[in-house]
């Protein structure tokens, strides 16, 4: 499961950690919602981003670089503890 407690923003961190636990389970490209047709994928990429960027605002120059792993199928980003 992805953690995003390291992030620079606390609230935000724990948003994102309550939207992994909530998309992780998910089927791959599951429709959340038909209205607007957001999907599995879309809140996966979301959290990606998020997750690759999340120490941009402490000014963070390697954050905008940083790119996820990808093994196979993830729905959230793996992370690395150091």
């Known amino acids: ?4 407690d390291d ?3 606390p609230e935000l961190g ?3 950690n309550r939207l992994a636990a ?3 389970p998910l089927p791959e490209g ?3 919602d038909p209205a607007s047709q957001l999907t599995e994928r879309d809140l996966a990429l979301i959290l990606r981003r998020l997750y690759a960027t ?3 605002g402490e ?3 390697d ?9 196979g199928r993830v729905s959230v980003p793996l992370t690395a503890k150091n």
């Open 1 to 4: 499961m992805a953690d995003f």
């Open 30 to 32: 599951a429709v959340i």
């Open 14 to 16: 724990a948003a994102c």
């Open 59 to 61: 000014g963070g120059a």
């Open 22 to 24: 909530f998309v992780e």
């Open 7 to 9: 992030t620079f923003d």
């Open 54 to 56: 999340r120490h941009a």
């Open 63 to 71: 954050a905008a670089k940083a790119t996820p792993r990808r093994d």
